[in-house]
């Protein structure tokens, strides 16, 4: 049995964390201290809103059942325009709206029962979307895809994606790196925050390959032997 990989360590970063039940924010930030993080607490939406409008956070994690956090649509729009990323907490395999007073930017998601490792893993990506993965205040494209991480929804020309966090993720990372190929290992670590079997895989790409895919030229790819990619036909 393989050893398993060291959890993604913080370089100090600070992280707003708001999650409405206390054990579940207890775990949370007792996790992100141990990892590296300097981290903040918030019970309720407002609480949040204050709490970002005030300091300067480098990511901010919220649960999408934090209370008020509807109310938040009639607020006033927090500068800078250009916010932190942020990570949701969601029972839901789906991607939920964004709370537009944060601001563009990357986001991203995790379902609940939640897996400190996933959060973690899902915490550094986001912190890393500064670089070369955001592109024109969140949204990236490639052909006639075009993803936009201010509001995590995906569409190919006019037609909009139906995506979960996972498919999501991989698009995003394929397109991110678009034109080069990826391994299994490569993909389920970022997908999933540790390596999978290869069916896992496989069944992922078909199912964002089934929605991506529907109309021609195909734009996810195979490398028989070494992995997938993102790119028109003939490329790689």
Aim: proline share 7%; charged share 25%.
């Amino acid at each position: 049995m393989k050893p398993m990989p060291p959890l993604p360590r913080g370089e100090g970063q600070r992280v707003l964390v708001a999650v409405a039940d206390p054990g579940e924010a207890e775990l949370v930030a007792t996790t992100l201290e141990l990892a590296g993080y300097r981290h903040t607490l918030s019970a309720d939406a407002a609480r949040t809103m204050e709490l970002f409008a005030q300091q300067d956070f480098d990511l901010i994690i919220i649960d999408v059942d934090l209370p008020r956090l509807a109310g938040l649509a009639h607020g006033r729009r927090v500068p800078p325009a250009e916010r932190p990323p942020v990570l949701f907490l969601t029972a839901h395999q789906s991607l939920p709206g964004v709370v537009e007073e944060l601001g563009p930017g990357a986001a991203d998601y995790v379902t609940r029962p939640i897996r400190i490792a996933e959060v973690l893993a899902r915490a550094k990506v986001l912190l890393r979307s500064g670089d070369h993965e955001t592109h024109h205040r969140g949204r990236s494209s490639y052909a006639d895809l075009v993803l936009d991480d201010a509001t995590c929804t995906a569409r190919r020309g006019l037609v909009i994606l139906d995506l979960t966090p996972a498919e999501y993720r991989l698009l995003r990372h394929l397109l991110a790196n678009a034109e080069r190929v990826l391994s299994k290992e490569q993909i389920s670590r970022h997908v999933w925050g540790e390596v999978r079997g290869d069916n896992a895989i496989e069944q992922l790409v078909s199912r964002l390959r089934r929605k991506v895919d529907h109309r021609q030229p195909a734009l996810i790819r195979t490398r028989r032997g070494f992995g997938y990619w993102l790119g028109r036909p003939g490329g790689v």
